[in-house]
């Protein structure tokens, strides 16, 4: 079993910061990415930033130059800071995690969300 579980959400004003943290516990043989997704109301779910095994990040265009995906170490957490928001990253957002249980299985992981309200 793998569990997920973001945390940092919550209001802030437009031009602020956040920083959420993801961690992935549990059977975990090799985290091969973990990416950030997010979903506004009335929107579809879009993929914000990624970082896989060997530390390469890419970015929605949106976000790049304002949001930086990072990992200390090997430990199964990640963060996202998140600078200079605006109230169009107003949104729930989701760690994905893909993990790798053993060498012969290997699947992808949610987290429950956390809610990021930026006001203008």
């Known amino acids: 079993q793998v569990q997920v579980k973001e945390s940092g959400g919550g209001l802030v004003q437009a031009g602020g910061s956040l920083r959420l943290s993801c961690e992935a516990s549990?059977?975990?043989?090799?985290?091969?990415?973990f990416n950030w997704y997010r979903q506004a109301p009335g929107k579809q779910r879009e993929l914000v930033a990624s970082?896989?095994?060997?530390?390469?990040?890419s970015y929605a265009d949106s976000v790049k130059g304002r949001f930086l995906i990072s990992r200390e170490g090997m430990k199964n957490t990640v963060s996202l800071q998140m600078n200079m928001l605006k109230p169009e990253d107003t949104a729930v957002y989701y760690c994905?995690?893909?993990?790798?249980?053993?060498?012969?299985?290997?699947?992808?992981?949610w987290g429950q969300g956390t809610q990021v309200t930026v006001s203008s």
């Open positions: 549990g059977s975990i043989f090799v985290i091969n990415a």
């Open positions: 994905n995690v893909d993990i790798s249980s053993s060498y012969y299985a290997r699947d992808q992981y």
């Open positions: 970082m896989n095994s060997g530390g390469s990040t």
